[in-house]
């Protein structure tokens, strides 16, 4: 008889332990003098390449930060907060989706003509939102792919960010340094002169145009690697471009012109719960700083373009309280990878350097398998509702869907998104346990206190941008509580542990 009891015990404390995990990062509705809260606003405000350690609030001394500061000083600062991945397209696409990017074959780092990544039919942050009753925008660097192939950069492109649950998008299609140059609004390039079209090749040139390698003399900007072809206003980019004059960017305005745009939309939809993904460029190479901003760090453009980021989000965060929401704003501060200083361009970033470490004590960085790579800056701020509070919960940004969906009462079944909600309010201290990060289609697993890297075939080192990538023939075992910097690989001396973590490893790859 009590043999038979047993595992029904068991089995009954499993199940009463594992409805209190799932309702342990749930919240219920604020509700103030009997009276429902209206939903909050949300914004995730998203750097491209900032380091863990390139913000004063996370130890920097060279380099303040104070509008970034004030939010990590009024909200909740993460010290293990995560990008899905150590580059960009694939933490772009996590943070939208709620999936691991690895199993996904084509969330790499994609050329600027790539076809959508996201299915039109998948579930998607905004899509959650827009269930709720949000209106919901981009504003900022996409990298997610436009189209379904050979797009027509001169008629309305689709499928782009309004068929996967934006309602409005501004947007840069790639990067700063990938063609085509141009903005794209609501799936049309802006300013484009229909005599003047655009053609965008990243296989091959077109006739007569100028490149980095034939024309230099027209550059004002020395590619160091890959960045030598089609040059426009100076700078050689990556891919080819024809036409389409009256619609490039300014790329020493583009910081502006994104928050203009930003500040805008708050304006205009300020009557109506919304959600405002704010995706800003900096500091991706090619670093153009404002002139307001050149010089202003001592530490070269990518200093600078530090600088001039954490003025436009304080810009950002001056409209929302002149407009009269922040208060119920919830913010979300965040990086897509860590730092990377030469990505291609001469611009003084190593040189200049000085006593900065952008990596903040960590190892590695962008491209890395090392903590460098996908821990970065995270903060989550919600003026009177979150308490300032330091937090060493295991959060990544794939856990927003859940989370922001348990926020606004919309329970999506999303296979690896976690609902973190209470956890990003500072209302719990306890994380993810486990996290697969990647790195180049390459994957290990943060599990609690420890780092599990396995065995990958590849260099060891990134000599075009010099970063460590982690790659190596043997695994490597990191206590990354006691060793932040992953110097000492306990592997070899911590067998137990090694096998306990490739278990849970391949469970989880499973």
Same mark, same amino acid.
């Given at each position: 008889?009590?043999? $038979?009891?047993?595992? !029904?015990? #068991?089995?009954?404390?499993? %199940?009463?332990?594992?409805?209190? &995990? +799932?309702?342990?990062? =749930?919240?219920?509705?604020?509700?103030?003098?009997?009276?429902?809260?209206? $939903?909050?606003?949300? !914004?995730? #405000?998203?750097?491209?390449? %900032?380091?863990?350690?390139?913000? &004063? +609030?996370?130890?920097? =001394?060279?380099?303040?930060?104070?509008?970034?500061?004030?939010?990590?000083?009024?909200?909740?600062?993460?010290?293990?907060?995560?990008?899905?991945?150590?580059?960009?397209?694939? &933490?772009?696409?996590?943070?939208?989706?709620?999936?691991?990017?690895?199993?996904?074959?084509?969330?790499?780092?994609?050329?600027?003509?790539?076809?959508?990544?996201?299915?039109?039919?998948?579930?998607?942050?905004?899509?959650?939102?827009?269930?709720?009753?949000?209106?919901?925008?981009?504003?900022?660097?996409?990298?997610?792919?436009?189209?379904?192939?050979?797009?027509?950069?001169?008629?309305?492109?689709?499928?782009?960010?309004?068929?996967?649950?934006?309602?409005?998008?501004?947007?840069?299609?790639?990067?700063?340094?990938?063609?085509?140059?141009?903005?794209?609004?609501?799936?049309?390039?802006?300013?484009?002169?229909?005599?003047?079209?655009?053609?965008?090749?990243?296989?091959?040139?077109?006739?007569?145009?100028?490149?980095?390698?034939?024309?230099?003399?027209?550059?004002?900007?020395?590619?160091?690697?890959?960045?030598?072809?089609?040059?426009?206003?100076?700078?050689?980019?990556?891919?080819?471009?024809?036409?389409?004059?009256?619609?490039?960017?300014?790329?020493?305005?583009?910081?502006?012109?994104?928050?203009?745009?930003?500040?805008?939309?708050?304006?205009?939809?300020?009557?109506?719960?919304?959600?405002?993904?704010?995706?800003?460029?900096?500091?991706?190479?090619?670093?153009?700083?404002?002139?307001?901003?050149?010089?202003?760090?001592?530490?070269?453009?990518?200093?600078?373009?530090?600088?001039?980021?954490?003025?436009?989000?304080?810009?950002?965060?001056?409209?929302?309280?002149?407009?009269?929401?922040?208060?119920?704003?919830?913010?979300?501060?965040?990086?897509?990878?860590?730092?990377?200083?030469?990505?291609?361009?001469?611009?003084?970033?190593?040189?200049?350097?000085?006593?900065?470490?952008?990596?903040?004590?960590?190892?590695?960085?962008?491209?890395?398998?090392?903590?460098?790579?996908?821990?970065?800056?995270?903060?989550?701020?919600?003026?009177?509702?979150?308490?300032?509070?330091?937090?060493?919960?295991?959060?990544?940004?794939?856990?927003?869907?859940?989370?922001?969906?348990?926020?606004?009462?919309?329970?999506?079944?999303?296979?690896?998104?976690?609902?973190?909600?209470?956890?990003?309010?500072?209302?719990?201290?306890?994380?993810?346990?486990?996290?697969?990060?990647?790195?180049?289609?390459?994957?290990?697993?943060?599990?609690?206190?420890?780092?599990?890297?396995?065995?990958?075939?590849?260099?060891?080192?990134?000599?075009?941008?010099?970063?460590?990538?982690?790659?190596?023939?043997?695994?490597?075992?990191?206590?990354?509580?006691?060793?932040?910097?992953?110097?000492?690989?306990?592997?070899?001396?911590?067998?137990?542990?090694?096998?306990?973590?490739?278990?849970?490893?391949?469970?989880?790859?499973?």
């Amino acid at each position: 008889m009590i043999k $038979k009891i047993i595992p !029904v015990l #068991i089995f009954t404390a499993t %199940l009463v332990f594992a409805v209190v &995990s +799932c309702k342990s990062n =749930t919240r219920k509705p604020v509700v103030k003098n009997d009276v429902e809260k209206p $939903k909050p606003n949300i !914004v995730v #405000i998203y750097l491209d390449d %900032l380091g863990y350690g390139d913000l &004063s +609030c996370y130890g920097a =001394t060279e380099l303040q930060t104070p509008n970034i500061d004030a939010l990590a000083d009024g909200g909740v600062k993460f010290t293990n907060g995560y990008a899905s991945s150590a580059t960009c397209t694939p &933490s772009r696409y996590a943070l939208l989706t709620g999936m691991y990017p690895w199993k996904n074959k084509d969330a790499k780092i994609l050329p600027g003509d790539a076809p959508l990544l996201i299915s039109t039919a998948q579930t998607t942050l905004p899509k959650t939102l827009a269930k709720a009753g949000y209106q919901t925008a981009i504003i900022g660097k996409w990298h997610l792919g436009l189209g379904s192939g050979n797009v027509d950069w001169n008629t309305t492109i689709k499928p782009s960010p309004n068929e996967v649950g934006f309602d409005e998008s501004y947007i840069l299609a790639a990067t700063q340094d990938r063609v085509p140059t141009v903005y794209i609004e609501n799936g049309n390039v802006v300013n484009l002169d229909k005599n003047d079209p655009i053609e965008v090749n990243y296989k091959k040139n077109f006739e007569g145009e100028p490149t980095a390698k034939t024309n230099p003399e027209l550059t004002t900007m020395k590619w160091h690697h890959g960045h030598n072809n089609s040059i426009v206003n100076g700078i050689p980019r990556i891919g080819y471009m024809k036409g389409g004059e009256a619609a490039k960017w300014s790329d020493i305005d583009m910081a502006d012109h994104f928050l203009g745009k930003a500040q805008d939309y708050v304006k205009t939809h300020k009557g109506n719960p919304f959600f405002l993904y704010y995706a800003m460029q900096q500091p991706h190479v090619p670093r153009t700083p404002h002139p307001r901003f050149v010089g202003k760090s001592g530490m070269g453009p990518r200093g600078d373009v530090i600088l001039e980021a954490d003025w436009c989000i304080g810009e950002f965060i001056k409209t929302l309280e002149e407009e009269g929401v922040l208060e119920n704003t919830l913010i979300v501060f965040s990086s897509d990878n860590g730092p990377v200083l030469n990505d291609g361009y001469y611009d003084d970033a190593v040189e200049k350097l000085g006593n900065h470490d952008p990596k903040g004590g960590l190892r590695g960085g962008k491209y890395s398998l090392f903590e460098a790579g996908t821990r970065v800056p995270f903060i989550t701020y919600w003026k009177n509702d979150i308490k300032p509070n330091v937090s060493d919960a295991i959060v990544c940004q794939m856990d927003l869907m859940a989370s922001l969906g348990n926020l606004v009462g919309v329970d999506e079944n999303t296979t690896d998104s976690k609902n973190l909600l209470r956890a990003l309010l500072g209302e719990a201290a306890q994380g993810r346990e486990h996290l697969i990060i990647e790195a180049k289609s390459n994957t290990a697993l943060r599990s609690g206190d420890w780092i599990l890297i396995p065995p990958y075939k590849g260099a060891s080192m990134n000599k075009k941008v010099g970063t460590e990538t982690g790659v190596s023939l043997e695994y490597k075992l990191f206590n990354v509580v006691k060793d932040k910097g992953q110097q000492n690989n306990l592997a070899e001396v911590n067998p137990q542990k090694l096998q306990e973590l490739i278990q849970v490893f391949e469970q989880l790859k499973q």
